[in-house]
């Protein structure tokens, strides 16, 4: 069917561009919002796409900018990051690849700045505690937390 014409088609294309212009969405976003407005779902795949031929969605672009976004202003775990990725829908081998390049020795270096910023409110073992227990709701390996509290211990404790 042609759907260029028809109303509903023109009605559900301009709302998922609309969407889109506040900021990137995964493709299983646009779907439920499409549903969630009642769209047929012959209209749901004739807008997707749509979208998908003039590259306005891209799962693969979407994890890739959520990751960097993600990694410079609010820094969290690559645990985290994937929760959020299949949240927003996204496939397991894509969300790999989109993290792929999110080396642990940034992780780190991302958990450690974050955790000095915190302990040194509280330069207490209480305040490593407390450092243990943001950084595992941000998403950091135990390993990575781990690691993190040393090198904070060593640091200003000893001193």
Same mark, same amino acid.
């Given at each position: 069917?042609?759907?260029?014409?028809?109303?509903?088609?023109? #009605?559900?294309?301009?709302?998922?561009?609309?969407?889109?212009?506040?900021?990137?969405?995964?493709?299983?976003?646009?779907?439920?919002?499409?549903?969630?407005?009642?769209?047929?779902?012959?209209?749901?795949?004739? %807008?997707?796409?749509?979208?998908?031929?003039?590259?306005?969605?891209?799962?693969?672009?979407?994890?890739?900018?959520?990751?960097?976004?993600?990694?410079?202003?609010?820094?969290?775990?690559?645990?985290?990051? #994937?929760?959020?990725?299949?949240?927003?829908?996204?496939?397991?081998? %894509?969300?790999?690849?989109?993290?792929?390049?999110?080396?642990?020795?940034?992780?780190? &270096?991302?958990?450690?700045?974050?955790?000095?910023?915190?302990?040194?409110?509280?330069? &207490?073992?209480?305040?490593?505690?407390?450092?243990?227990?943001?950084?595992?709701?941000?998403?950091?390996?135990?390993?990575?937390?781990?690691?993190?509290?040393? %090198?904070?211990?060593?640091?200003?404790?000893?001193?």
């Amino acid at each position: 069917m042609d759907w260029q014409q028809d109303a509903n088609y023109i #009605k559900a294309k301009n709302y998922a561009l609309n969407l889109l212009s506040y900021r990137p969405r995964s493709c299983h976003e646009i779907e439920a919002k499409l549903k969630q407005r009642d769209y047929q779902q012959e209209i749901i795949q004739a %807008v997707m796409e749509f979208l998908r031929e003039y590259n306005f969605i891209n799962d693969m672009d979407f994890a890739k900018r959520w990751v960097n976004q993600r990694c410079c202003s609010k820094p969290m775990g690559r645990r985290r990051l #994937k929760q959020e990725l299949y949240q927003k829908g996204i496939e397991q081998e %894509v969300v790999d690849q989109a993290i792929h390049d999110y080396s642990p020795e940034d992780e780190f &270096t991302m958990a450690l700045a974050l955790g000095e910023k915190r302990f040194n409110r509280k330069p &207490t073992l209480q305040g490593l505690e407390k450092v243990k227990g943001f950084l595992l709701r941000r998403g950091f390996s135990h390993q990575i937390i781990n690691g993190v509290c040393n %090198v904070l211990s060593r640091h200003n404790l000893d001193s």
